[in-house]
């Protein structure tokens, strides 16, 4: 098995912080290509459900679920640092 970061992954860890690496590692694939093209790709929810075969409000409310995901994992990886 090719153990190297696929692009996404490679320019991922270029351009984010360890903390968002880590945090994003905890989602599922589909959670990360919805997170991309929604907010790095900066895609229209429409285009986004056109993508992944979709309606818009499934859309819509599978990145809701990962944004909040990535917010919890994100304060739960800061406060450990904290402490």
Known sequence: ADDRPNPLQAMLGELLSEELEQALATLTPEQRELIWMAD?????????AERVHAPVGTVRSRLHRAHKQ??????????????
């Open 70 to 83: 990535l917010r919890k994992t994100l304060e739960s990886i800061n406060s450990k640092r904290a402490a």
């Open 40 to 48: 790095v790709e900066g895609l229209p929810y429409n285009e986004i």
